[in-house]
């Protein structure tokens, strides 16, 4: 047995003796040592994105040791530091031998229950993974950053395919978890102008120490005025946008200049307007962005090359046993807070 933070119903969780994972013959047994509170977990929590039907364990950003190997697992021992994919992904399939493993068919994401798969995650004393979804820690890398790992690979997965140019000017719209790690990224890949849009003053506070050159209230009167004086009268060379709504794709197809690429990360809205005209007459180049596909190495790299802040982000870390509190904490939008990692051994 090991206690797991069970989310039992919508909007009720309960930290509970649940039985320990078996593992296959090509898993892992990974004894959590960090887990992060990801915002579609929070989203999820309620019923509303109808992903996270319970009961279920949660919890897709995680790090830990392995405490026991299956019997096909080949180059992994027990004690190693590890982290993983958020995603499942069939190593058989055309989309990820074609190098598109975040498409994959069937592929199933750790914490999530909808209609087609559920799969327990992380918010528990083990999860059990399969091998190839495993990444080693650096040394320098702590336990709590490497929690950090997967949504830094989902920023920095839009970069490879927004491939933005050195000196680029960039509109990043929406300054939460991910629109951060955008805005480092950006400034890692030597691009000028980087300019953060959010409704929350204390997020640009942030966007701003970490890089962005420019801050706005999203709706501060003469917007794209401002960001056109920025950007020598054209429009942004790129836009990232990392919220999901009508309103702000719409801002950040706006403010990039033609022959631009905007880059969808976000997704809370299954349906949005779209401004056609605007994006065929000005010849915008519009792309989705999902998941991670193959970026966990190289930000493992940035973390620990200290390029990637990810400590500023961390609000807290407290015992999983207090798991609840703290989703209510974030679901309530609690100021102040962005990410919460919950650590299954401290009591």
């Known amino acids: 047995m090991m206690k797991a933070l069970v989310l039992e119903r919508y909007n009720r969780f309960e930290f509970k003796e649940v039985e320990k994972p078996e593992i296959e013959p090509d898993e892992v047994l990974v004894k959590v040592e960090a887990v992060g509170i990801c915002g579609s977990d929070v989203h999820g929590m309620d019923g509303s994105t109808g992903r996270r039907q319970p009961p279920l364990i949660m919890g897709h950003e995680a790090s830990g040791e392995i405490t026991a190997i299956g019997s096909a697992v080949r180059n992994w021992n027990l004690g190693d530091r590890v982290t993983f994919d958020s995603t499942i992904y069939r190593l058989d399939d055309w989309y990820t031998r074609h190098g598109w493993y975040n498409l994959s068919d069937k592929?199933?994401?750790?914490?999530?229950?909808?209609?087609?798969?559920?799969?327990?995650?992380?918010?528990?004393?083990?999860?059990?993974?399969?091998?190839?979804?495993?990444?080693?820690?650096?040394?320098?890398?702590?336990?709590?950053?490497?929690?950090m790992v997967e949504?830094?690979?989902?920023?920095?997965?839009?970069?490879?395919?927004?491939?933005?140019?050195?000196?680029?000017?960039?509109?990043?719209?929406?300054?939460?978890?991910?629109?951060?790690?955008?805005?480092?990224?950006?400034?890692?890949?030597?691009?000028?102008?980087?300019?953060?849009?959010?409704?929350?003053?204390?997020?640009?506070?942030?966007?701003a120490k970490?890089?962005?050159?420019?801050?706005?209230?999203?709706?501060?009167?003469?917007?794209?005025?401002?960001?056109?004086?920025?950007?020598?009268?054209?429009?942004?060379?790129?836009?990232?946008?990392?919220?999901?709504?009508?309103?702000?794709?719409?801002?950040?197809?706006?403010?990039?200049?033609?022959?631009?690429?905007?880059?969808?990360?976000?997704?809370?809205s299954p349906q949005i307007e779209f401004p056609l005209q605007s994006v065929v007459t000005r010849q915008i180049k519009v792309q989705g962005s999902c998941a991670i596909c193959g970026e966990y190495p190289a930000v493992l790299d940035l973390i620990a090359a200290g390029k990637i802040d990810v400590d500023t982000l961390v609000s807290a870390e407290a015992a999983l046993s207090e798991g609840a509190d703290w989703f209510n904490r974030l679901y309530s939008k609690e100021k102040g807070l962005v990410k919460i990692i919950l650590k299954p051994s401290q009591k």
């Not at 991910?178 to 640009?204: M, P, R, S, T, W």
Request: proline letters at 3%; one cysteine or more.
């Open 210 to 268: 970490l890089g962005a050159t420019h801050c706005f209230i999203s709706q501060v009167p003469g917007l794209n005025q401002e960001i056109l004086e920025l950007t020598n009268g054209r429009g942004a060379d790129q836009a990232y946008e990392a919220v999901g709504i009508s309103e702000t794709v719409q801002l950040a197809i706006a403010n990039v200049r033609k022959g631009g690429t905007v880059t969808l990360l976000g997704n809370l």
């Open 107 to 147: 592929r199933v994401v750790l914490g999530v229950s909808c209609d087609d798969y559920r799969r327990h995650g992380a918010f528990a004393e083990y999860v059990a993974v399969p091998q190839h979804i495993l990444y080693r820690l650096p040394e320098k890398v702590s336990f709590t950053q490497a929690a």
């Open 151 to 207: 949504p830094v690979a989902v920023a920095l997965h839009a970069l490879s395919l927004g491939k933005p140019q050195v000196n680029d000017s960039v509109v990043v719209v929406g300054a939460g978890m991910i629109g951060l790690f955008v805005i480092q990224l950006l400034k890692v890949a030597g691009c000028g102008q980087i300019i953060a849009v959010d409704l929350d003053e204390d997020k640009l506070v942030l966007a």
